[in-house]
Nanobody, 126 residues
Framework: QVQLVESGGGLAQAGGSLRLSCAAS????????KGWFRQAPGEEREFVAA????????AYADSVKGRFTISRDNAKNTVDLQMNSLKPEDTAIYYC???????????????????WGQGTQVTVSS
């Protein structure tokens, strides 16, 4: 069973930066496609960014394109999300996700993901 643990959330001012990290424990999943999603209060969980098995392909939601960067280190079984130029509307709980697919695609559909972390809170003040 794959277990995902997020870290790096917290409070930031608008225009600031945060870096989220997601580490895997348990069964090795270094080649699984991975992604980040977020959920604001009263909203549906939405796609943020995704990365393919090798890291060669990435995808981003339009709302974060140019500000966020997803990366992975398969040797360390981690996937990170660098968030720059933060806005108050980025405030949400951020979730790391993994799917047991080894693929050259960056998977953007929420229901394609099997494993989820517990989430980390990101709050951006204006």
């Amino acid at each position: 069973q794959v277990q995902l643990v997020e870290s790096g959330g917290g409070l930031a001012q608008a225009g600031g930066s945060l870096r989220l990290s997601c580490a895997a424990s348990g069964r090795r999943f270094s080649n699984y496609a991975k992604g980040w999603f977020r959920q604001a209060p009263g909203e549906e969980r939405e796609f943020v960014a995704a990365i393919s098995s090798s890291g060669g392909s990435t995808a981003y939601a339009d709302s974060v394109k140019g500000r966020f960067t997803i990366s992975r280190d398969n040797a360390k079984n981690t996937v990170d999300l660098q968030m720059n130029s933060l806005k108050p509307e980025d405030t949400a709980i951020y979730y790391c996700a993994a799917t047991p697919q080894i693929t050259s695609r960056a998977i953007t559909e929420r229901y394609d993901y099997t494993y989820w972390g517990q989430g980390t809170q990101v709050t951006v003040s204006s």
